[in-house]
């Protein structure tokens, strides 16, 4: 299938590999791949650069334009290598010299990243949270705990995926209230989803309009986002609100969005509570 999301072409960030065999090896290759990449292409650029002759010339600006244009394509690419290669961590994020230098190293902090993207990987082939491998999502947690992963602030949000999913409340509620009081080490894009889970959560899962509009005004939309979950906070608020009409078009809005999220656990947990809504709105129309 073609990627057509504008916002996630471009780029290996999101991309999660296939299988679970001897993941440390083979994402500390696949994280190198950008590195790489910028090699070929500076070198590729530097030669057509040496390979262009033009005589100065009204009649040979294009040459020229073409000879000078391979030059700062080699240099520009050259930069993005060192950036990318050096191994460096900032806002949350590691370098792809960073990544590939920790999971090739071994220890617990290669063992909780390999772990994590295990779990994501799980979710995004499509099983659902509350199906996640329980042993494999504790044992990140406590590696989280114990290293002080970057990532290991992710840890919570899955969780509280999984608990939601699963019918516990009480556990759901923990998870995301942590999720919530580490938000301000998450990247200012991502973060945004914090506050979605939240809202949602409040809404649909405690009924509580206030605390769900409290973190719905902190969200500001982001084209990361899946519009999926966004239109199922929504109309989650709009049901406490009693406004069915509005809730209705957000329950179907989001139900257009789901086959374009790129976790398909996540989208099946959304799609079991959207339908939950419509029973809800229907028995309330019913009794008032």
């Known amino acids: 299938?073609?990627?057509?999301?504008?916002?996630?072409?471009?780029?290996?960030?999101?991309?999660?590999?296939?299988?679970?065999?001897?993941?440390?090896?083979?994402?500390?290759?696949?994280?190198?791949?950008?590195?790489?990449?910028?090699?070929?292409?500076?070198?590729?650029?530097?030669?057509?650069?040496?390979?262009?002759e033009f005589q100065p010339s009204n009649s040979e600006i294009f040459t020229a334009v073409a000879k000078y244009f391979s030059l700062l394509?080699?240099?520009?690419?050259?930069l993005i290598l060192l950036i990318t290669i050096i191994p460096f961590r900032t806002g949350g994020f590691s370098s792809d010299g960073a990544r590939a230098l920790k999971?090739?190293?071994?220890?617990?902090?290669?063992?909780?990243?390999?772990?994590?993207?295990?779990?994501?990987?799980?979710?995004?082939?499509?099983?659902?949270?509350?199906?996640?491998?329980?042993?494999?999502?504790?044992?990140?947690?406590?590696?989280?705990?114990?290293?002080?992963a970057s990532l290991g602030i992710y840890i919570s949000g899955i969780?509280?995926?999984?608990?939601?999913?699963?019918?516990?409340l009480v556990k759901a509620e923990?998870?995301?209230?942590?999720?919530?009081?580490?938000?301000?080490?998450?990247?200012?894009?991502?973060?945004?989803?914090?506050?979605?889970?939240a809202a949602f959560f409040f809404a649909f899962g405690r009924k509580d309009l206030e605390k769900?509009?409290?973190?719905?005004?902190?969200?500001?939309p982001s084209a990361i986002l899946a519009k999926a979950q966004i239109h199922a906070a929504d109309a989650a608020i709009n049901t406490l609100k009693g406004n069915y009409a509005s809730?209705?078009?957000?329950?179907?809005?989001?139900?257009?969005?789901?086959?374009?999220?790129l976790d398909i656990g996540v989208s099946l947990a959304i799609a079991d509570k959207l339908t939950e809504l419509e029973n809800r709105i229907a028995l309330n129309a019913k009794l008032s």
């Open 1 to 52: 299938k073609w990627n057509k999301n504008v916002n996630t072409a471009g780029g290996m960030v999101i991309c999660l590999p296939t299988g679970s065999e001897n993941l440390a090896k083979r994402f500390s290759l696949y994280a190198l791949g950008g590195p790489l990449a910028s090699l070929i292409l500076s070198v590729s650029a530097y030669l057509l650069f040496q390979a262009i």
């Open 73 to 78: 394509l080699s240099i520009f690419s050259f």
């Open 103 to 148: 999971l090739l190293s071994g220890g617990d902090e290669a063992r909780f990243e390999v772990l994590l993207l295990k779990i994501i990987g799980s979710s995004t082939s499509g099983i659902r949270p509350c199906l996640l491998n329980s042993g494999e999502l504790k044992e990140a947690e406590l590696l989280a705990e114990k290293t002080g």
């Open 159 to 168: 969780q509280h995926q999984v608990e939601f999913d699963g019918g516990s």
């Open 174 to 197: 923990e998870y995301i209230l942590k999720y919530v009081n580490d938000a301000d080490k998450i990247p200012d894009g991502i973060r945004n989803s914090v506050w979605v889970d």
């Open 212 to 220: 769900a509009m409290f973190f719905w005004n902190k969200f500001h």
């Open 247 to 261: 809730a209705r078009e957000k329950i179907q809005a989001s139900r257009a969005e789901l086959p374009n999220m």
